[in-house]
């Protein structure tokens, strides 16, 4: 099982990122997804996740109405679209499996929002 992680970077105040997350070792159509975020010194919370077939999406409701999460079966890969970002959403972002207990994690991309 193995997660790849991309698409963060430095952004400011109210810009918008787009994050993947590349699958594999695992049926990915069969599963959930989930991302998680982690602000140094903090504690890894949970963002986002989605239903195996896409068509449930559940949200933190500190990005609720910002953030929306999807998936693509046939390309093994769950994306998080992030608009109006806030400083506070600086954080390494990860994904893994819903519903896995102690699954594996990726090494994460980076979200820096600052001006």
């Known amino acids: 099982v193995q997660f790849v992680e991309s698409g963060g970077g430095l952004v400011q105040p109210g810009g918008s990122l787009r994050l993947s997350c590349a699958a594999s070792?695992?049926?990915?159509?069969?599963?959930?997804m989930n991302w998680y975020r982690q602000a140094p010194g903090k504690e890894r919370e949970f963002v986002a996740a989605?239903?195996?077939?896409?068509?449930?999406?559940y949200y933190a409701d500190s990005v609720k109405g910002r953030f929306i999460i999807s998936k693509d079966n046939a390309k093994s890969t769950v994306y998080l679209q992030m608009n109006r970002l806030k400083p506070e959403d600086t954080a390494v972002y990860y994904c893994n499996r819903a519903s896995v207990s102690g699954d594996y994690w990726g090494q994460g991309t980076q979200v820096i929002v600052s001006s």
């Open positions: 070792g695992f049926p990915f159509s069969s599963y959930g």
């Open positions: 989605i239903s195996w077939d896409g068509d449930n999406t």
